[in-house]
Every structure is written in C-alpha cells, then in structure tokens.
C-alpha cells in the first residue's frame, strides 16, 4: 500500500499542499504568521499585556505551536521530498515533536530571562515563568497547536 501524499498541483503547477489554511501560500503563511508572533509578544512584553489580557498567552503558545509544526511540514516537504513516504504516525509524531521540542527550549528561555533580568536586577517586569501550572499550561497549548497542524497537513496522508 502506498503511504506517501498524493501531490496535487494547481492549475499555476504549484504544489496544493503547501497551502496555506486562508489559501496562500505555505512560505507566506509562515514569515507572516511570525512576524504576528513577535510582533505581539514585543508589544505585550512592553505593555504588560500578558498580565492585563489573561489568554494571551495561552493563544500565542498555541499559534506558536502551530507556526512550529507548520514550518516542521514546510522545511521537511521542501528539503526532503522522501520524508512523506513514512508511515503516518510517524510524520504526526515527528511534526508535533518539534513543536514540543522548541516549545520546552522557549520555557528554558523565559526561565533564564526572568534569572538574568531579576539578578542584575535590570528591571522589574513581571516574571515571565510564574509558576508550574503556567508552564504546563504553555507546554500543552504548544503541543495542541502543533497537533493541529500536523493534522491539518497531513490531511491527504493514508493513515495506515
């Protein structure tokens, strides 16, 4: 049985599967969906919105779980055609890998931030690591965006 994507083309000769969910294409989607990312993490990060708007940050580690999974699709596709002959839980698990991956190092990153910021004491901002339950929190939106675009990616893949 063959495992592999069947690969659509446009009426263009562009691959379908490197679109993106609003139609664009995949390249696109990702540089803007980034530039969204840090965009509002800088201005939430200067306006102390993560403390004024409490799901905000539940939202960008879901829509940077997303952008992970979806660039995890993206560079796989394009450097190694081959890869999506593997079975399909493989390049599920794979996919939703890199997001928890990038997402635990993110988690490290804040944890040192708030060290370095506190320890010399460079300015007095809101930790960005409050507790336990907020970084379980991140892990798990990091995880179920990055599902969500293995999913959605992986859409026209034979599950068995």
Do not use: C
């Amino acid at each position: 049985m063959n495992d592999s994507i069947a690969k659509p083309k446009l009426k263009n000769g562009s691959d379908a599967l490197l679109l993106a969910p609003a139609g664009m294409s995949l390249k696109f989607f990702l540089k803007s969906l980034l530039f969204f990312i840090l965009f509002t993490h800088a201005l939430a990060v200067f306006y102390n919105l993560y403390n004024l708007i409490g799901p905000l940050d539940v939202v960008l580690h879901f829509i940077g779980g997303f952008w992970l999974g979806a660039s995890a699709f993206y560079f796989l596709y394009k450097m190694k055609p081959g890869w999506v002959s593997q079975p399909y839980i493989v390049s599920l698990l794979f996919i939703v890998g890199v997001s928890a991956i990038f997402g635990i190092l993110w988690e490290f990153f804040e944890y040192a931030s708030d060290q370095f910021f506190y320890f010399f004491h460079v300015t007095k901002m809101s930790l960005a690591q409050p507790g336990l339950a907020d970084t379980l929190s991140d892990l798990f939106f990091d995880l179920m965006g990055g599902l969500l675009a293995a999913l959605y990616f992986l859409r026209g893949k034979s599950k068995f």
